[in-house]
């Protein structure tokens, strides 16, 4: 059996400065590339495979899994193999997408019937956003409605809790809009991760209050509407406001000079750009046949010096299962 997981593009956090009841919380979508691809087959013995091309807390965390997967199945071995994944510390959300598909391969190749509370709760994905959660296993544009404040003070990452927290409930489902297509762009950086990324959000959260309620304006009267009504210049207006204020900000000055250089000329001439996670990676999204805003980001990737990495669409539906051919 072969199980397929996409990845996502997380716009923005909303709530970084303990402005509502809620902490957290964000908005993000699915795309069709670059895919994630686990085969597993019956085996004399347990196998984990195909993870040569992962940093090493990447495999400690597959490998850390696959432990409690084999003491779920019990007397049914079985090898798992990685055929295929996204770039790793890039904005793609990775990990997540790493970790379910094995969780959610494993779960149907052997029957386990774990529920997606528990597959989530396995991962230790979603303590922080559940885009990449929520995405992985149905698609589409999601917006989270974070974690309850009581739950701790401290603003930090998923990577960095000892104890994984059920995923934020999902405020709201679209369908990403099929007339729109998504460009991947690519600076020379990479993102934060583990021990760097915990302390980048020390350093920078909580923000000003007053920056966390407009970035929940932004996102809740700004982007969220833009998604659901089609509306690029509209999105395009609210992707810059977002990049203006709070954690969003921060995030987009951390990145290099070629990331921050191409977002911002991008923007400037009018584009729905955006950067997903801490980047490097950057959206836009165009009209599937409008060539000459296509030509217009080419041009502005190629004077920045950023890498136009792909040409995809929105996903709504989350991952896929095949069987595997004899």
Known sequence: MQITGFPRIHVG???????????????????????TV????GSSEFALTGLDGLDLPARAELQRIFVRLQDLARAKPFCAHLSAHAPQHCGFGSKTTLVLSLIAGANEFLKLGLSREQMQLMSGRGGTSGIGIHT?????VICDGGHPSHLGAQLLP???????LLAPPVLSWMGFPQQWKVVLLLGKDRSLSGAEEAEFFRRNAPIERQDALETIAIIHHGVLPAFATADRPALARALSDLHSHGFKLRELLRCDS?????????????????????????YVLINRDDGDELDRVNKVAAIAGATVYAEIGGRNIGYELAELSR
């Open 38 to 41: 686990m085969e597993f087959n």
């Open 158 to 164: 998923s990577s960095a809790r000892s104890k994984p």
């Open 136 to 140: 992985f296993f149905a698609g589409g």
């Open 13 to 35: 956090l909303t709530d970084l400065g303990f402005a509502s009841q809620r902490r957290f919380g964000g908005v993000g979508f699915a795309i069709d590339y670059p895919i």
């Open 258 to 282: 070629v990331t921050q250089d191409c977002y911002r000329h991008l923007s400037a001439l009018g584009c729905a750009v955006g950067l997903s996670s801490m980047g490097p990676l950057l």
